[in-house]
T-cell receptor, first 113, second 110 residues
Framework: DSGVTQTPKHLITATGQRVTLRCSPR?????VYWYQQSLDQGLQFLIQ???????AKGNILERFSAQQFPDLHSELNLSSLELGDSALYFC????????????FGSGTRLTVV | DQQVKQNSPSLSVQEGRISILNCDYT??????FLWYKKYPAEGPTFLIS?????DKNEDGRFTVFLNKSAKHLSLHIVPSQPGDSAVYFC?????????FGEGTQLTVNP
């Protein structure tokens, strides 16, 4: 157990729908990062939050949004889902804002049908 | 633009032999590299790293080599064990984000 908790582990939904993925960071970590891994691809950085504020943004689609709450858990919202959004979504956390001590959760597998 | 590339999707080796996983990068501004290991249904876990001021870093059975002129790094696992069977990713940080390669599936046969 890495200490980073992601729910749900699996999600199957239809095109056009909206889903919310949840991440609880490791105790004491202030940064949360979201990554997307599509089939046979490396992990692609989506967005970072630090202590409730957005700090860095990658190639995140406008249909996707995220937030980090006062208790430091984070949610990734995916809307108007398309077949191509099917992927593994990983959350990671770290104490500070750098990549030292990055710890990943086990991911949420999203299947859009 | 794939700045970190792993050209071998898979590698199969015999237990006890050496596994060599390769990674190429294009961004000469990268000054630190990491290798992650990923088992099915788990997230990536940190394995070993190397700074660009070094050309080699060793941790037990794992050694990473960096060739800056060729923009190439490799991970050596000696001796390979069946428990090493996993997907291996190389990655480079830019600020707080990591740029990952596509990964190489290593299978170590008993």
């Amino acid at each position: 157990d890495s200490g980073v908790t992601q729910t749900p582990k699996h999600l199957i939904t239809a095109t056009g729908q909206r889903v919310t993925l949840r991440c609880s960071p490791r105790s004491g970590d202030l940064s949360v990062y979201w990554y997307q891994q599509s089939l046979d691809q490396g992990l692609q950085f989506l967005i970072q939050y630090y202590n409730g504020e957005e700090r860095a943004k990658g190639n995140i689609l406008e249909r996707f949004s995220a937030q980090q709450f006062p208790d430091l858990h984070s949610e990734l919202n995916l809307s108007s889902l398309e077949l191509g959004d099917s992927a593994l979504y990983f959350c990671a956390s770290s104490v500070g804002q750098g990549t030292y001590g990055y710890t990943f959760g086990s991911g949420t597998r999203l299947t859009v049908v | 633009d794939q700045q970190v590339k792993q050209n071998s999707p898979s590698l199969s080796v015999q237990e006890g032999r050496i596994s060599i996983l390769n990674c190429d990068y294009t961004n000469s501004m990268f000054d630190y590299f990491l290798w992650y290991k990923k088992y099915p249904a788990e997230g990536p876990t940190f394995l070993i790293s190397i700074s660009s001021i070094k050309d080699k870093n060793e941790d037990g059975r794992f050694t990473v080599f960096l060739n800056k002129s060729a923009k190439h790094l490799s991970l050596h696992i000696v001796p390979s064990q069946p428990g090493d069977s996993a997907v291996y990713f190389c990655a480079a940080p830019t600020g707080s984000r990591l740029t990952f390669g596509e990964g190489t599936q290593l299978t170590v046969n008993p």
